[in-house]
């Protein structure tokens, strides 16, 4: 036996046992001594009444241990209860989510024989996941979509080092940021400033949309990508079916002070308990996390002993096999075991990114803002030219006038425009003087809104950072 580690473990809902069991197994059977701290988080945490579906014990056990290894989490859908596994990688601040793919012979799939090799790493806390969301109106929801300047740092600093760890040559930044210029934008511009310090990895840019058309089309070409929060969690569905389906899509979630190991997929509640499905992924997991362990014999023979497995004629679960010749799980998991090869020599390579010389450096803007102006949103049943009236007098003589008014982005105050509005107004005031705008001058304007008898649902203020636009224009507005 081998040093001696202690890992929680996270069962999981719905397949998770299954999965969890398999992996666990495999791992005893590699000679590696793991002291496994079970815990509870999901669907029976959050019947208990425990809203974020994460009980204080389990939360403990993490803070001690620092590693997990865990079990799809069933998510509520709709309202109340928050995602438990959202709650985890936020609690923890686990800021990089690996998500590697690979070939693997004895799976075919329409990319056989063209050796895919890629790594989609996914921002893990930020983007639309900051989870603030509100009903604006009765007819308007609205997400905030959140991306840092140091989230960014870290996540990009997190990809080269990564890519540099794994002799890997090229980073791909996967962004939406022809569209949001700033959001998305950041995430780009951090990417190109990042890449300067690693001129060893080539980094190029990619539009998020084609991005997933080349990987369709052309996955060979890719090798890490890096992409924000709500891309990577859709586009490592489709990297997982490039080499045989969710089956096979394996997960690290790395923060400084904890990493979890987890499946890509969820917990197919379809198949829990009919011991029919593919702990390929799970296993895999297992081999992310001993590697980061530093048990790095145990982990390349572990994912050998898979791959030989699924390379063996007879030993297919059912998403690959079908139902007539395939194996259970457990026949699956017997026969990795018995594939596994004697403990060797440990291959001299590092398993893990050095997550404190990343985190130690971030870098904030020393940008200054100055208030330009604002914009208030309001909720309004009525024609755009008959609230433009309205919101001109509004801002008479005050330090601020009427640009424009959007309705879900588009201008359509002054002007005519075939736009649908709905009940959800953006009203943009700017400066009328040149001096900067006060919080005061902006409680002035809200007052004149609500003596108009109008209904304010938001505001925001209109900066300059270092004299440049801290916002963007409407649709059509000049
Ligand atoms: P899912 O991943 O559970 O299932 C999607 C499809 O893939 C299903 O057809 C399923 O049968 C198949 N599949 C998944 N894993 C498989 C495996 N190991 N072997 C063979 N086939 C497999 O996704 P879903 O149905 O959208 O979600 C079910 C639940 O899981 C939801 O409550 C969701 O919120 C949760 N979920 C949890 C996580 C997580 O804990 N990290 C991730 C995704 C979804």
């Not at 208030?376 to 008479?396: D, N, P, Q, T």
């Not at 004149?448 to 950072?465: G, N, S």
Request: glycine residues 8%.
């Amino acid at each position: 036996m081998t040093t001696k580690h202690t890992v929680t473990l996270i069962p999981g809902d719905g397949i998770g046992p299954e999965v969890i069991d398999a992996t666990r197994k495999i791992i005893e059977a590699s000679g590696v001594a793991i002291h496994w701290e079970i815990r509870h988080a999901g669907a029976s945490v959050f019947k208990q009444g425990i809203e974020s579906g994460v009980p204080e014990e389990t939360i403990e056990s993490i803070r001690k241990n620092r590693i997990v290894l865990k079990g799809p989490l069933e998510t509520p859908v709709g309202f109340g209860e928050k995602s438990a596994n959202v709650t985890l990688r936020k609690l923890f601040e686990t800021f990089a989510n690996v998500r590697p793919v690979s070939e693997f012979e004895g799976v075919p799939t329409p990319y056989s024989g063209r050796k895919l090799d890629l790594v989609v790493i996914r921002e893990n806390v930020e983007d639309l996941y900051a989870g603030i969301e509100h009903m604006q109106t009765p007819d308007v929801a609205q997400c905030l979509k959140l991306i840092s300047r140091p989230g960014c740092e870290k996540i990009m600093r997190y990809a080269f080092e990564y890519a540099r760890m794994e002799g890997r040559k090229t980073v791909h930044c996967a962004t939406k940021a022809n569209i949001m210029k700033l959001t998305e934008g950041l995430f780009k511009k951090v990417f190109e400033e990042v890449s300067k310090d690693y001129p060893d990895i080539e980094a190029n840019h990619i539009i998020i949309d084609n991005c997933c058309h080349q990987l369709v089309k052309k996955p060979e070409q890719f090798d890490v990508i890096v992409t924000t929060n709500m891309n990577g969690d859709i586009m490592s569905d489709l990297t997982s079916a490039l080499v045989g389906g969710l089956g096979f899509a394996p997960s690290a979630n790395i923060g400084h002070n904890a990493a979890i190991f987890e499946a890509v997929h969820g917990s197919a509640p379809k198949y829990a308990g009919k011991n029919v499905i593919n702990p390929t992924a799970a296993i895999l997991s297992g081999v992310l996390m001993l590697k980061y362990l530093g048990e790095l014999d145990a982990a390349v023979r572990i994912e050998a002993a898979v791959r030989k497995t699924w390379a063996s004629a007879n030993s297919k679960t059912r998403d690959i096999a079908g139902d007539s010749i395939s194996v259970s799980t457990t026949e699956f998991t017997a026969n990795v075991i018995s594939h596994l090869a004697p403990a060797g020599q440990p291959k001299p390579r590092p398993g893990r990114v050095d997550t404190g010389k990343i985190v130690e450096n971030l870098k904030s803007s020393s940008a200054v803002g100055r208030v330009d102006g604002a914009d208030v949103f309001v909720e309004f049943k009525g024609s755009a030219s008959e609230l433009g009236a309205i919101m001109e007098r509004c801002g008479e003589s005050t330090a601020m006038k009427l640009k424009m008014i959007s309705n879900r982005g588009t201008k359509v105050y002054p002007g005519r425009t075939d736009t649908a509005c709905v009940d959800h107004w953006r009203c943009r005031f700017v400066n009328r003087n040149g001096k900067e705008i006060s919080d005061r001058q902006i409680y002035d304007l809200l007052y004149r809104i609500t003596d108009a008898k109008l209904k304010w649902v938001h505001i925001e203020k209109l900066q300059l950072f270092d004299g440049k636009a801290g916002f963007t224009k409407a649709q059509g507005e000049d």
